[in-house]
């Protein structure tokens, strides 16, 4: 991991020019909206394109849950409301929690509403990835390296420009790859930022690196 940052491979996030940041942010933010259609109307989203996925929704329009879009409008218009009149407040943070109060107080589960369910307790057990899936794993996983630091270098940029400071390419390489292989051997997921949960904490109100 420091042998990548000492040979300065950070300067990729140089090739990532103005215009490709703008046009990422706006897809993200495009993605976000489309990716959240069924969760607020109960209307089964399938597709592996962003038409794809606006043509299920619309062809699926006749299956709206009622009490699903109801509380979605709701908690959107409670955030639009806590953004308006009271900004310092976690808005998207109070909507969780004012939510997950109704859904047990009025047993909202059996009125058709989903719900995450149980969380599965205790925590990851270390392993070595199977050195003999290493060869298999190579190629996907420099895929994997592309698309995530890519994703982690334009999302701190954008925020970085928003607020006034700088993003170091290569300390974000070498915290990329401290986490990806941390979380390899705890048998996770590959490890990236995330733009939408990078929105919520920035309209939130943080400011710490914790957050960032």
């Known amino acids: 991991m420091r042998g990548t940052r000492k040979l300065r491979l950070g300067f990729v996030a140089d090739l ?27 209307v089964p989203v399938d597709g592996d394109t962003f038409f794809a996925e606006v043509a299920s929704f619309v062809r699926g329009l006749d299956d709206i849950h009622t009490g699903t879009l109801v509380l979605g ?28 109060a109704a859904v047990a107080a009025f047993d909202l ?3 058709g509403i989903a719900v995450v369910g149980n969380i599965p307790a205790g925590l ?16 996907p996983a420099m895929g994997v390296l592309v ?3 890519t994703d982690n270098v334009l999302t701190g940029r954008a925020f970085a420009t928003r607020h006034g400071y700088r993003v170091d390419p290569n300390q ?5 790859g401290a986490a990806n292989v941390g979380s390899g051997f705890l048998q996770g997921f590959p490890v990236s930022s995330s ?6 904490g920035n309209a939130s109100g943080s400011r710490t690196q914790l957050t960032r």
């Open 147 to 149: 698309v995530g630091y």
């Open 16 to 42: 990532l020019s103005q215009p490709i940041l703008v046009g990422y942010m706006a897809g993200v933010a495009i993605i976000m909206i489309i990716g959240q259609l069924e969760k607020i109307s109960g």
């Open 195 to 200: 733009g939408s949960r990078t929105a919520i």
């Open 124 to 139: 990851p057990t270390p392993d070595l990835p199977p050195l003999s899936e290493l060869s298999a794993l190579l190629l």
């Open 109 to 111: 589960e059996k009125g």
């Open 172 to 176: 974000e390489l070498l915290a990329l």
């Open 73 to 100: 409008l709701a908690s959107l218009l409670f955030l639009f409301a806590v953004q308006w009149r009271f900004p310092r407040l976690p808005g998207p943070l109070l909507a969780v929690l004012l939510a997950v």
